[in-house]
């Protein structure tokens, strides 16, 4: 009895805070981790909690494009639905899973994170259009029926799309930043994987998801939802030359050379719906 009251209790904590927040609680402004640490003391499984919340990176680059654009997605228009949707998506390893009975949801992996083409399919349900696109592929490698199939691609925008933007895939690297340039100048979102260490096992290199929002000659800025964006690089932090830009939005720049080197390749051209709107009438 004790215990279900402390569960009603929580739960009940939860939907205060929660409706506390919705006013006040920014993507753009706050970290990934945030959510966690306001919500640890009233959540009925604060590890789980913390461990979804570490690993939302792309779902909060999701918010933070429909906060910038105006837009939104009903799926996760509240804080409530966010952390459910977090909850039910991300999978936490278990015994069960050195068996590999683990089972993946259709967004999230448990070896590979976030899969770009599950969230495209998310975005899509709302009108937003998205190619998910791996810039290791020149044009000529790029199978536009067999990413049709896959999902990469669906609308007949998306094809054409992707074949312009593949035009500056390969293994040069510094052909990237003209995908990159190309979307930015369509008024689209680039998501973008990027490869970091571990917090926790610094040698043990992970996949994690920023949001593209500027390009130059000499720099690439970018959004980062990470708290340890700087410091998981320990003694290199100052090589890698990760700069905060000044102001409460989580914005930082880093010399094009060095964010490209942290590239897996694979980016999600995201293309609000009003946006989406104006590209299909050119």
Not at 120 to 142: M, P, Q, W
């Amino acid at each position: 009895m004790a215990y279900r009251k402390a569960q009603t209790i929580r739960v009940i904590n939860t939907i205060v805070i929660m409706k506390n927040l919705q006013e006040s609680f920014t993507f753009t402004q706050n970290y990934q981790q945030a959510l966690g640490k306001l919500l640890l003391e009233s959540s009925s499984d604060p590890e789980h909690l913390k461990f979804v919340l570490d690993r939302s990176c792309t779902a909060h680059c999701v918010e933070v494009i429909a906060e910038m654009s105006g837009t939104s997605i009903p799926s996760l228009q509240s804080l409530e639905s966010y952390v459910k949707f977090l909850n039910e998506t991300v999978v936490r390893p278990g015994p069960e899973s050195i068996t590999g009975q683990v089972k993946d949801s259709q967004l999230y992996f448990v070896d590979d994170g976030w899969s770009t083409i599950g969230v495209a399919d998310l975005v899509r349900l709302n009108g937003f259009s998205a190619i998910s696109h791996n810039l290791n592929y020149t044009f000529e490698d790029t199978d536009v029926k067999k990413m049709t199939h896959v999902g990469r691609i669906r609308s007949e925008f998306e094809k054409e799309y992707l074949k312009e933007v593949s035009d500056h895939g390969g293994e040069n690297r510094k052909g990237w930043l003209g995908a990159l340039n190309l979307s930015l100048r369509r008024g689209a979102f680039p998501i973008v994987s990027i490869e970091i260490p571990s917090s926790e096992f610094p040698e043990k290199i992970g996949k994690h998801s920023v949001l593209c929002i500027g390009l130059d000659d000499e720099n690439m800025t970018y959004f980062d939802p990470d708290e340890l964006n700087i410091d998981r690089y320990g003694k290199c932090r100052d090589e890698e030359q990760i700069s905060k830009v000044e102001g409460k939005e989580l914005i930082y720049t880093q010399p094009v050379n060095r964010f490209l080197d942290r590239m897996t390749g694979e980016v999600l051209h995201i293309f609000t719906p009003n946006n989406n709107q104006e590209q299909k009438r050119t």
